[in-house]
C-alpha cells in the first residue's frame, strides 16, 4: 500500500476519489495554497492531511507519490524537488515548456531511477484505445497520414494562460499520434496564425493565438502528422482529438464534443466505378476497464461518489474519454512494482518536444527544424 499526494486542487480534484479508491492506495493527502479551497475539498473528501505548500509536505517524510496538477510554471521545479526527495512524482501535462527544463525532467528521472510519469490523459481516453485496437487488428491497414486538432477558449482563464503558445501545450494531440504511428517526431515545420488581442498577449513572448504544424515521423516509410492548437481569437467548441488514415480504414474524431467517432473502411475496387467503396460508420468505442480495480472502474464514466466516513456523496466528472481511472492505475501499479510507468520520462519528452521546437519554428517563420531525440 502506498500514501499518496495531490498537488493543486482544481483539475486535481478530480483525480482525489479514484487514489481513495484505489485498493494499492491507504492514504490520500492534498496540497493547495489557497487556504479556503484547501478546506473545503479536504473536508468534502475526508482527505488524510493537507498542506499549504509542497515542501511543507515533503518535509514530513510522509508520501510514497506524488501527482502534481499544479498551474504550468510549477511543473519542472516540483518535479525535481519530489524526485530529489526519493519519492515517485507524476504531472501534468506539459512535462516542461522548453527543451533545456525537457533535459533536467529526463535527467531527474532517470537518477530516481525512472519514476516519473507524464499523465496524458489523451493517451488512456477510449478513442485512443478503440484506435489502437484497429491498427492493432489491421482494420486501418498501412497508415499513410495522422491528424489532429486541440482548440480551446481561454478567455476568463486564470492570467499565466494569457499569451501561452499553443505548441507548448500540443501533447494531447501529439501523444495519440506518435503512439498510433509508433514512432517519434523527427522535423517540423510549423506556422502561427492570426494576431492576438493587446488583452491576450500575456508577457508578449507568443504572438499567436494559433498554430499549426507539419511533422515529419519517423518511421520506415515516410509519414506525416498535421497539429493545429488554438487558444485565443477562435469561435470554435472545444475540441481535443485526433484523425488516422490508414489504406484500409480511417477513424475521425466527431467535430463536436460528445458526437459519435466516425469509422471509414474500404471495399475493394469493383472495376465498374471511380474509386473504391467507402463505407461510413458512426461508432461507440468502448470502455476498456478490464484491467482496471473494480473499485475505480464506474469512473470512466460520471458517477456519484462515497466519501468515508458519512461525508455527503458528490457527483464527479469523467472528462477526456474516461482516461483518469487508467491512469491512476497505472502511476499507482508503477510506483508498487517498482517498475517504470508507461508513459515515463523519455517517453514524455518525445511528446513533449515536438510541440516546443513546433512554436520555434513558427517563430522562425515556418523554418524546418529537428526534433530531439530521448
Ligand atoms: N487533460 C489534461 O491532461 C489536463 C486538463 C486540465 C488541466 N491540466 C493541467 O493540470 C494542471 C492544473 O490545471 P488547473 O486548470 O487545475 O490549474 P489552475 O490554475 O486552476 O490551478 C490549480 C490549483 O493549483 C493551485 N496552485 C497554485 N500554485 C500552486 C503551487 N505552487 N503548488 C501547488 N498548487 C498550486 C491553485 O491554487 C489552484 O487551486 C495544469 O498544469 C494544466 O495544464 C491537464
Redesign the pocket.
Known amino acids: 500500500m502506498i500514501d499518496v499526494l495531490v498537488?493543486?486542487?482544481?483539475?486535481?480534484r478530480d483525480f482525489l476519489h479514484l487514489y481513495q479508491l484505489h485498493p494499492d492506495v491507504d492514504r490520500v493527502g492534498l496540497?493547495?495554497?489557497?487556504g479556503g479551497?484547501r478546506r473545503t475539498v479536504a473536508d468534502a473528501y475526508g482527505l488524510d492531511a493537507d498542506y499549504a505548500?509542497?515542501d511543507e509536505a515533503l518535509a514530513t517524510g510522509r508520501w510514497d507519490a506524488v501527482h502534481l496538477?499544479?498551474?504550468?510554471r510549477?511543473?519542472v521545479e516540483?518535479t525535481l524537488s519530489v524526485l530529489a526527495s526519493g519519492r515517485a512524482c507524476a504531472s501534468?501535462?506539459?512535462m516542461a515548456t522548453s527543451l533545456d527544463d525537457v533535459d533536467r525532467v529526463v535527467e531527474g528521472a532517470a537518477a530516481a531511477s525512472g519514476r516519473y510519469m507524464m499523465?496524458?490523459?489523451?493517451l488512456y481516453q477510449r478513442e485512443y484505445l478503440h484506435a489502437l485496437h484497429l491498427r492493432d487488428t489491421g482494420a486501418l491497414g498501412r497508415l499513410t497520414y495522422l491528424s489532429g486538432a486541440h482548440m480551446q477558449d481561454l478567455d476568463g482563464f486564470?492570467p499565466?494562460w494569457m499569451g501561452y503558445a499553443p505548441m507548448q501545450?500540443a501533447t494531447?494531440i501529439v501523444a495519440p499520434l506518435l503512439g498510433l504511428a509508433d514512432a517519434v517526431a523527427d522535423s517540423v515545420v510549423c506556422v502561427g496564425s492570426g494576431e492576438l488581442l493587446p488583452q491576450h498577449r500575456g508577457d508578449g513572448s507568443n504572438p499567436f493565438p494559433l498554430e499549426s504544424a507539419l511533422f515529419q515521423l519517423t518511421t520506415p516509410s515516410p509519414l506525416a502528422a498535421q497539429v493545429t492548437l488554438s487558444f485565443f481569437e477562435n469561435a470554435r467548441a472545444y475540441t481535443?482529438g485526433f484523425n488516422v488514415y490508414g489504406d484500409l480504414g480511417a477513424l475521425e474524431w466527431p467535430s463536436i464534443e460528445g458526437d459519435a467517432t466516425v469509422l471509414f473502411t474500404a471495399g475493394p475496387q469493383d472495376g465498374r466505378h471511380r474509386g473504391r467503396p467507402i463505407e461510413r460508420r458512426e461508432i461507440e468505442p468502448p470502455d476498456r476497464v478490464d484491467a482496471l480495480p473494480p473499485t475505480i472502474r464506474p469512473y470512466t464514466r460520471p458517477s456519484m461518489y462515497q466519501p468515508p466516513g458519512g461525508r455527503p456523496a458528490r457527483e464527479v466528472h469523467a472528462?477526456?474519454g474516461g482516461s483518469h481511472p487508467h491512469l491512476v492505475h497505472e502511476f499507482v501499479s508503477s510506483v508498487v512494482e517498482g517498475r517504470e510507468p508507461s508513459v515515463g520520462a523519455r517517453r514524455a519528452a518525445s511528446i513533449t518536444a515536438p510541440g516546443i521546437v513546433a512554436h520555434e519554428s513558427s517563430l522562425r517563420g515556418g523554418l524546418k527544424l529537428e526534433v530531439p531525440r530521448y
Do not use: I, K
Open positions: 498537488v493543486g486542487a482544481g483539475f486535481g496540497v493547495e495554497p489557497d479551497v505548500g509542497l496538477l499544479s498551474p504550468v510549477f511543473h516540483q501534468a501535462v506539459p499523465m496524458e490523459t489523451a486564470p499565466y501545450y494531447h481535443e472528462w477526456h
